[in-house]
């Protein structure tokens, strides 16, 4: 079975992949058929050849999961986004809900405690008003 999987590339500890189509049974660094693109989960960058890809899928070629959401995202043009990129974008957005959390706490605090002083404020009037009526 032929397979669009990554062949690994790069230094140690900087990774980057290329796009092959190759057999199934070949090892993963091995001899490949046809190179269609690349991936580089550092940088955030892949490009692939999408009419080749295409023509492999055609042919009975299945991609594997990583190859599968590479192709999908050429074809949709989504941006491209590392993992490290998602977790920090997700802890940005939970960071500023548990802001906006807080500062909306503190606001009706304060709106309560304007509330409050207000109303004593208030009582406070009322009795000095009764004093003086009094007397």
């Known amino acids: 079975m032929v397979r669009i999987r990554l062949k690994r590339m790069g230094k140690k500890n900087a990774p980057s992949y290329r796009v092959v189509v190759a057999d199934s049974r070949s090892p993963r660094d091995g001899k490949n058929i046809e190179i269609v693109g690349f991936y580089d989960p550092i940088n955030s960058q892949e490009k692939i050849n999408l009419e080749r890809a295409e023509y492999w899928i055609a042919k009975g070629a299945q991609p594997s999961e990583t190859c599968a959401d590479i192709i999908r995202r050429a074809k949709t043009g989504e941006a491209t986004c590392g993992k490290k990129q998602e977790i920090r974008d997700k802890a ?9 959390a807080e500062a909306k706490a503190k606001a009706e605090e304060e709106a309560a405690a304007a509330k409050a002083a207000e109303a004593e404020a208030e009582e406070s009037a009322d009795a000095e008003a009764e004093e003086t009526v009094e007397g």
Do not use: G
């Open 92 to 100: 940005a957005a939970a960071a500023k809900a548990e802001a906006e």
